[in-house]
């Protein structure tokens, strides 16, 4: 049996799987298709204090190999994702993140306060829905916040002094391509208390309609995602994972085990699948098998092993 | 995984692919079908046409490099195929209009086969098809090239009005309905959206619908809605 288990500031994850926020909802879909206790964890549809419709408009456009995305963090609000998901993700059997996005410093803290007390009250009930938060500071496609946070590291150190001092909950900080430095970044995460990063967010583009001569997108530009930005994401959580000593969460357009491997192999602890949840809407099953075949095929008996090694 | 197994071309642009699956599905729903590998990097709805015993039918317009990959399509090939999904058209009793325009008709075969004695009507901009299809399911035929096939249609005879096609006769639908209500008539309209979609299952929120209580997903709350439910933007 390979070791495929990793434990992050005390959160399990049973494999190094976890479906990215933004493509795998809040599980309650994929887990028609599937047993999503399966997967190493989840990270859920990106929240915000209050409910958000999101962009109008055209919200997605293939690219080679990738996909532009112009969704706008439409979602229910923290409120509604405690009281309507947590029971059901109270019932997983996988590390559960809470993906926490704002518009201004105020609606991170109050968000991150909610989500501390609910897990507060679950825990006095023997129960746990939220595992970490991973703090989205780097949404490319909403307007205020998002990811003028995510760019300057002394914009975003606002954000996750505030929030680390709102929530005992383990925290992840998600990065975004665009930082003016991503390892001065992530080094700020690490020194105000984060446990993990992850990175990368999406990477800002465009796509241009010449017939209608403008851009398909009302916001004029869309966070691209899948295959086609594999080898920036890899490069990133590279850098990143030599320079700090907290674990990386690494994700940009893994779609097979040795994708998997690599992002491993370049540091990452642990790993994130999104735009491929939409390629094959069983990703996650398929990959817990194709990784578990491969680390035999290759006698890799645990991914210590081959963690960092580049 | 399905096998195909017919694929045919009705008129330019417009084909009749018939696919091995047992997955059935109810009027109004869709699948995701995918026939490539990594690129087109999503896989495309297509609503439920018809449905056998051991297959499922599509009628589909070529509109993109997705839909052009499947005009390929030979007996024997495979496509991978999820579904049915989505929320179809309602089982319903008393007097039914169906109106499809273009490729909107592609769900309504089924809707008809399942409504015995409604009214069809047709519309197609250029070149119908698929027409005499319809016609012994129908106790009244329509078709109508090049016209405006919701003229020819008086919401106020029906208890119930089925349409899907383009998004600018949706929304003439839908204020056809309105008049039809102030008038005193008890019609009940429901509308079958198309909109971009990336997973097909209601998790992306890419092909969400603005409507009197909120987003609502076009994949899994529709693609049908009641009519005075959508607001449309433009």
């Not at chain 1, 002394?154 to 390892?183: D, F, H, M, Y």
């Not at chain 1, 094959?280 to 081959?306: C, H, K, P, T």
Request: overall charge negative; some cysteine; hydrophobic content about 40%.
């Amino acid at each position: 049996m390979t070791k495929m288990s990793t434990t992050i500031a005390g959160v399990h994850f049973k494999n190094p799987i976890i479906m990215a926020s933004g493509t795998f909802g809040f599980g309650r879909e994929y887990g028609k298709l599937y047993d999503v206790s399966l997967l190493g964890g989840i990270s859920g549809k990106g929240l915000t204090l209050h409910p958000k419709a999101g962009n109008p408009g055209t919200r997605v456009y293939e690219t080679a190999s990738g996909m532009l995305n112009s969704v706008g963090l439409e979602n229910p609000g923290v409120a509604a994702f405690l009281e309507k998901e947590c029971p059901y993700w109270e019932t997983l059997d996988t590390a559960r993140l809470v993906n926490l996005g704002g518009g201004t410093l105020e609606d991170y803290v109050l968000g991150a306060e909610m989500i501390q007390r609910d897990a507060d009250l679950r825990s006095s009930l023997g129960k746990t829905a939220v595992d970490m938060i991973e703090l989205n500071i780097s949404c490319p496609n909403v307007k205020e916040g998002g990811i003028a946070f995510g760019i300057k590291t002394s914009e975003a150190q606002k954000v996750v002094q505030a929030v680390r001092r709102a929530t005992k909950l383990p925290l992840a900080v998600k990065l975004s391509p665009g930082a003016e430095n991503i390892v001065e970044m992530a080094q700020m995460c690490e020194e105000e208390g984060a446990d993990a990063v992850s990175l990368i967010n999406t990477i800002s583009g465009m796509k241009i309609d010449v017939r209608r001569r403008s851009s398909v997108f009302n916001n004029l530009y869309a966070g691209l995602s899948g295959p086609a930005i594999k080898p920036v994401a890899l490069r990133m959580v590279h850098q990143v994972a030599q320079n700090i000593s907290i674990p990386v969460i690494g994700m940009g357009g893994i779609t097979s085990a040795t994708d998997i491997i690599e992002f491993i192999m370049a540091g990452a602890s642990v790993i994130q699948v999104g735009t491929y949840n939409f390629m094959n809407l069983r990703a996650g099953s398929q990959l817990v098998e194709e990784l578990e075949q491969f680390m035999v095929q290759e006698n890799i008996q645990s991914l210590d092993e081959i963690r960092g090694i580049i | 995984m399905g096998m195909v197994l017919s694929n045919e071309r009705l008129t330019d642009g417009v084909y009749h692919l018939k696919v091995e699956t047992n997955s059935g599905g109810k009027m109004g729903q869709f699948y995701m079908l995918r026939a490539w590998g990594a690129y087109p990097i999503l896989s495309r709805p297509l609503s439920i046409h018809e449905v056998n015993e051991d297959s499922v039918e599509f009628l589909y317009h070529v509109v993109g490099e997705g839909t052009e990959i499947f005009s390929r399509l030979t007996s024997g090939d495979s496509v991978e195929l999820e579904g049915p999904f989505g929320t179809g058209f309602p089982q319903v009793e008393g007097k039914v209009a169906l109106i499809g325009g273009g490729i909107g008709i592609a769900p309504l075969y089924y809707c008809a086969k399942q409504l015995p004695g409604c009214d069809i009507y047709l519309g197609f901009s250029r070149e119908a098809y698929r027409t005499e299809a319809f016609r012994p399911l129908a106790a009244e035929l329509t078709v109508d090239v090049g016209g405006f096939i919701l003229d020819r249609v008086d919401f106020s005879q029906y208890d119930h009005v089925f349409v899907c096609g383009p998004h600018p006769m949706l929304k003439a639908a839908q204020l056809k309905g309105i008049a039809a209500e102030e008038a005193g008539s008890k019609t009940k309209v429901y509308l079958s959206l198309e909109n971009r979609m990336a997973c097909g299952i209601g998790a992306c929120l890419v092909c969400s619908v603005s409507c009197r209580d909120g987003q609502r997903k076009a994949c899994a709350d529709g693609p049908v809605f009641r009519s005075e439910e959508v607001i449309f933007h433009d």
